[in-house]
């Protein structure tokens, strides 16, 4: 597997709107857009920074998976996962769970951007929730 880099970190946010007033007013970043996707429950905004992105993200239900790590975390957001670029994602999962790594995607799935997209269980990866993303270049 060849982990070229971090491609993105995902932050969960209850507010889009008000963290892009945040992350372009204060920090001077620029969103390269919002998209929802719905199989996620989420809308995001991607806001390239360097090599990586940050990627906020809303929930567009109550029962979305963000909507519940803000619950978690007694109404607040912060990061919510690391996503690290790789060049095959099926390739990938396999390596991964060859490894014994848990897998929460044993299969690629849709994410934002037009990525295939693998979560690994945070049980498996020092608590912290990693997603393995192949984008387009």
Known sequence: MNLSRVDHIGIAVKNLEEALSFYE??????????????????KVAFLPCG???????????PDGPIAKFIEKNNGNGGIQHIALRVDN?????????????????????????????AFCHPKSSMGVLLELSERQQ
């Not at 204060?26 to 996620?40: D, F, N, S, W």
């Not at 994602?89 to 037009?114: H, L, N, Q, S």
């Open 25 to 42: 007013g204060v920090l001077g970043l620029k969103a390269a857009g919002t998209e929802v996707v719905e199989e996620q429950k989420v």
């Open 51 to 61: 090599d990586s992105e940050i990627e906020l993200l809303e929930s567009t239900s």
């Open 89 to 117: 994602i099926e390739e990938a999962i396999a390596e991964m769970k060859a490894k014994g790594m848990k897998m929460i995607d044993e299969t690629p799935r849709y994410g934002a951007g037009g990525a295939k997209i």
